[in-house]
């Protein structure tokens, strides 16, 4: 069972830039949809980005869209989502998520393996 392991988060003025990463434990994650929610407090978690196994499809968040990019190196077993132009409204815990099958997409549900999150804190 794929363990799945979130870096990258922390403090950063509006306008800054992170990169977060997803680690894969299993050599399976390279043939796992991945995606990107966030949880801001008092919110449902929300869609971010998913990158299809091979990282020739995507989708986004249409209010990340030309800020975030998700990618990902199948070799180290990591997908990434580089984050530029933050904006306090990006204040949340980052989720990075995995399915193992052909249902993936923006739906929670598609994905039944999970990171414990990273913090992404967006001053003004």
């Known amino acids: 069972q794929v363990q799945l392991v979130e870096s990258g988060g922390g403090l950063v003025q509006a306008g800054g830039s992170l990169r977060l990463s997803c680690a894969g434990s299993e050599r399976t994650f390279s043939s796992y949809a991945v995606a990107w929610f966030r949880q801001a407090p008092g919110k449902e978690r929300e869609f971010v980005a998913a990158i299809r196994w091979s990282g020739d499809i995507t989708y986004y968040l249409d209010s990340v869209k030309g800020r975030f990019t998700i990618s990902r190196d199948n070799g180290k077993n990591t997908v990434y989502l580089q984050m530029n132009d933050l904006k306090p409204g990006d204040t949340a815990v980052y989720y990075c998520?995995?399915?193992?099958?052909?249902?993936?997409?923006?739906?929670?549900?598609?994905?039944?393996?999970w990171g414990q999150g990273t913090q992404v804190t967006v001053s003004s």
């Open positions: 998520a995995a399915s193992s099958t052909t249902a993936w997409g923006m739906f929670k549900p598609n994905y039944g393996y």
